[in-house]
């Protein structure tokens, strides 16, 4: 049916529709009353004709003018439609979405606008859905200070004019739904600002993205996740618990291995090689770089733009999903480095996301990073507040990750972090204190904890902050764990001299011991250590190449030894040479070199132990479960120590050398009388030791059984009644077992 009557004056509307500056379009299209007549008004650039079809009639709408918009008369009354549009390459039949509802409410956004959200992403960004018998995706974007926001696409041919995004009442979102938009296609959303620039932003809440150097966001059905069952729930308890052994294996995916052809392993191939792997070297957790999308291969995954997403350069959020199942199923804890700190300038980014400085501070003294060149959030904003809160909240429950590892939370804390002065504005108290980032902080680990049942939380901070392992509760920042930058650059420091010189340096290596049980620590030989011309862990170490290795084997005794739970980045397993490159695989090709192949068996020998021996870790985060017999030994270099058990009689003796010098007949005290055992010597042969052994009166002949041990004798030394005379290995630890006669 063709209808002729005089058209109404719509030349304002399609002036703000042709600019995309529509800010109200449910108040210009679809069922509208126009000078007391109703129309059907339609927007569809590129089309040569549309009808509107009612359930008794079809209409012929009519071109306004010579522009792109449609009218098609309509009664009073509303009566559903779909329109049939004829394109030059086709005739779509698609629902009119200015019809349709929203699919959310500003009573959904209440607490996302109190700062309280914990599931923003439910609310927020790309969702399937059906709507009156309609399936397709609700985008919801939060931008309040846009003039006109609007979706664009490959869906609608990335015109920012076809779907102009509605206000959500007072809630400073936008939203609409468009049928039959189907997952993986991707979208942008098109922001015009109060000044009239256009900005192309992804979603923030973007489930998935388009393959770097690519920008755009991608559609995804994201399911909400399983629950994990009880058993799941239980063995994360106890991979978590304070008491119990945590080795931590640290990588990067990009650098760890590669294909053939040097391309990236996806989750499902890092799967099948990185946990047999990780598993036949006793490790038990892995601790992923950032898996959040970015942008910048360069920075390794620190500078983020999608904190919901999984980087699409290794597969998909399912094959993540799989990776993270496929851990959980060998009972391999996985953590991720999550980064709330900053976010990178890239235009498509957070930045000025609105036109406005949204997400960061306005006052670039704090809301940029001298450093990085990156912004800083505003953790005062409530939004930015629950933002941050549902990233941390998503990735723990949609893929059942273990715990974050929370990046640079030093640099949150400070308001004068890495700035001089004039450079940083203080607290409404006159203090450097980030009030508002030590609230954020407090929420998201609070949250945390409350909704996941046996993870940790992490903190990287490397000043003396107090309190980040205290429950928020008592004032703390929450975190579980924080890592011991201390322990690391006073022990590094100490390795890279020459032997000689270490007893000038000697409490270097006792130093932490003086703070240990100030927090619950993690001991971190991270990627930080052997990048930006630092070289690697075995470069570090002075002497020829056999020192180098002998040194790093005793270090990682020493470390293993000590209070903390433990973490190594990938390639000082084996001793890499050359420092970390993320551009390139890890040379595995040294492992055809005795050398390498003894210290990968090395820090193998070492996770046993440690796993097995309730004294070296169930007290990591005890002061009962650690003793000095001789830390003042700095003439010979030599440190001896006990760890301790709590659920049963067990002590190990340690006794570190770091000279070269062997020294025979040398006589430690111990806590107990009876047999101790030698149970590790990093200067084995089957490590590429020289072979000296602890017991000295073994033929040099014959194996080491380490079942024959060492008798105490009733002779007092180092403060204890009791002590035993060994030979203590050149450069090397070993490790001594005590037990009641009863536990032997």
């Not at 449609?70 to 559903?80: H, L, N």
């Not at 902050?465 to 703390?476: A, F, K, L, Y």
Request: contains cysteine; glycine residues 8%; hydrophobic residues 35%.
């Amino acid at each position: 049916m063709i209808d002729n009557t005089p058209l109404p004056d719509l030349a304002d509307a399609v002036c703000a529709l042709e600019g995309a500056q529509v800010g109200e379009p449910r108040q210009l299209l679809g069922h509208q009353c126009i000078d007391g007549s109703w129309y059907v008004i339609l927007y569809k650039p590129g089309a040569l004709a549309v009808e509107v079809q009612f359930a008794t009639h079809t209409c012929i709408a009519q071109r306004y003018s010579d522009s792109e918009v449609f009218i098609a008369p309509a009664q009073a009354e509303f009566v559903p439609y779909q329109l049939h549009v004829t394109y030059p390459e086709a005739v779509v039949v698609q629902a009119d979405p200015f019809c349709l509802p929203l699919g959310l409410s500003a009573a959904d956004l209440y607490y996302f606008r109190q700062g309280t959200e914990q599931q923003a992403q439910r609310h927020l960004g790309a969702h399937m859905m059906t709507l009156q018998g309609h399936r397709g995706v609700r985008f919801s974007v939060w931008a309040p200070n846009a003039l006109a926001v609007s979706v664009t696409g490959d869906f609608n041919h990335w015109d920012s004019r076809q779907h102009p995004m509605a206000r959500v009442e007072d809630s400073g979102v936008w939203a609409i739904f468009i049928p039959d938009v189907a997952p993986g296609q991707c979208y942008k959303y098109h922001i015009r600002t109060l000044s009239g620039e256009a900005l192309l932003k992804a979603d923030p809440y973007a489930f998935a993205t388009e393959l770097p150097p690519n920008t755009a966001s991608r559609v995804s059905a994201v399911t909400l996740p399983k629950a994990l069952d009880e058993q799941s729930y239980e063995q994360r308890e106890r991979r978590n618990a304070f008491d119990a052994a945590i080795s931590i294996y640290e990588l990067h995916i990009g650098s760890w291995r590669r294909t053939a052809d040097n391309q990236f392993l996806n989750y499902r191939e890092l799967a099948a090689q990185l946990i047999p792997y990780v598993e036949e070297m006793g490790f038990t957790h892995i601790q992923l770089m950032p898996v959040s999308e970015f942008p910048f291969d360069g920075s390794w995954g620190y500078q983020s733009t999608g904190l919901f997403a999984p980087t699409s350069r290794f597969g998909s959020g399912d094959d993540f999903a799989y990776f993270c199942a496929q851990c959980r199923a060998h009972n391999i804890g996985v953590l991720i480095d999550w980064v709330p700190g900053h976010f990178p300038a890239d235009a498509h980014g957070l930045g000025r996301f609105d036109g406005t400085h949204l997400y960061e501070h306005a006052d670039h003294r704090q809301g940029y990073h001298p450093d990085w060149h990156t912004y800083i959030y505003n953790y005062e904003r409530q939004e930015v507040r629950s933002f941050l809160t549902s990233s941390a909240s998503f990735w723990l429950e949609q893929y059942g990750v273990d715990g974050l590892r929370v990046d640079a939370v030093a640099s949150m804390l400070y308001l004068d972090y890495s700035r001089e002065h004039g450079q940083w504005l203080a607290n409404h108290l006159g203090g450097r204190e980030n009030l508002g980032a030590i609230a954020c902080l407090q929420q998201i680990n609070s949250v945390c904890y409350g909704r996941n049942r046996g993870i940790m939380m992490v903190a990287e901070e490397s000043t003396a902050w107090p309190g980040v392992t205290q429950t928020t509760d008592s004032g703390g920042l929450g975190f579980g764990f924080k890592w011991n930058m201390g322990w690391m650059n006073d022990s590094l420091r100490y390795m890279q001299l020459d032997p000689i010189y270490r007893q000038y340096h000697h409490h270097d290596m006792t130093f932490s011991m003086v703070y240990a049980y100030s927090e619950n620590y993690i001991l971190p030989l991270s990627h930080d250590e052997v990048v930006h011309g630092k070289g690697s862990l075995l470069s570090k170490m002075p002497g020829d190449s056999w020192q180098q290795h002998a040194n790093l084997r005793a270090y990682l005794g020493f470390m293993w030894a000590h209070p903390g739970k433990k973490l190594l980045f990938m390639g000082g397993e084996f001793a890499q040479q050359r420092e970390w490159d993320h551009n390139h695989a890890l040379d595995w090709h040294l492992l055809d070199d005795p050398a390498h192949q003894g210290m990968q068996r090395w820090v193998k020998c070492l996770n046993q132990l440690y796993r097995s021996y309730p004294a070296l870790h169930e007290n990591d985060c005890d002061e009962r479960g650690f003793r000095w017999l001789d830390g003042n030994n700095s003439q010979q270099s030599i440190y001896s120590f006990v760890r301790i058990a709590s659920s049963r009689p067990q002590v190990v003796l340690v006794v570190v050398n770091m000279t070269p010098q062997v020294h025979h007949d040398f006589r430690i005290g111990v806590p107990h009388a009876g047999s101790y055992r030698v149970i590790a010597n990093s200067d084995e042969s089957q490590y590429f030791g020289s072979g000296v052994r602890v017991c000295a009166e073994r033929p040099a002949n014959e194996q080491p059984l380490f079942s024959e041990p060492l008798y105490s004798e009733p002779l007092p030394w180092h403060g204890q009644s009791q002590s035993i005379s060994i030979c203590v290995p050149p450069l090397a630890c070993a490790y001594l077992l005590w037990e009641a006669p009863d536990h032997e």
